[in-house]
């Protein structure tokens, strides 16, 4: 586990985009679908009401999939991936945030996990 003690705050590069979150996470995913390798995020999940995000974002919902589940969140001015949230949801769904925002030293000893989203 993280050394850090939360909250913890990050940032888009251009710094227009700010996320919060409560604490460490318990673990990033390293995931290997086409869309996550081509952004090159690597996810955190939290309930929504735990996340704050100032700033504005522009959302992307893949076309290429029989039904779209997600729309990922970028900074407009610099385009850093920053978040994904669900397309339906109850009223407090998981949502993915970017752990790129966050400094390295914030994340160190976080489980990193490797999953397959080639094969999904």
Request: aromatic share 8%.
């Amino acid at each position: 586990m993280s050394s850090a003690i939360g909250p913890l705050s990050g940032q888009c590069h251009c710094g227009s985009v700010c996320i919060t979150v409560a604490r460490a996470p318990a673990y990033i995913n390293e995931c290997n679908c086409s869309l996550c390798h081509s952004l090159g995020a690597s996810w955190c999940y939290f309930a929504s009401s735990a996340v704050e995000i100032s700033g504005d974002t522009t959302g992307y919902v893949r076309g290429d999939l029989p039904v779209a589940e997600l729309a990922v969140h970028h900074c407009p001015t610099c385009g850093t991936t920053t978040h994904w949230v669900p397309l339906k949801g109850g009223p407090d769904p998981r949502m993915g945030v970017n752990t790129r925002l966050f400094a390295n030293e914030e994340m160190d000893g976080v489980e990193i996990r490797y999953p397959d989203g080639k094969s999904w």
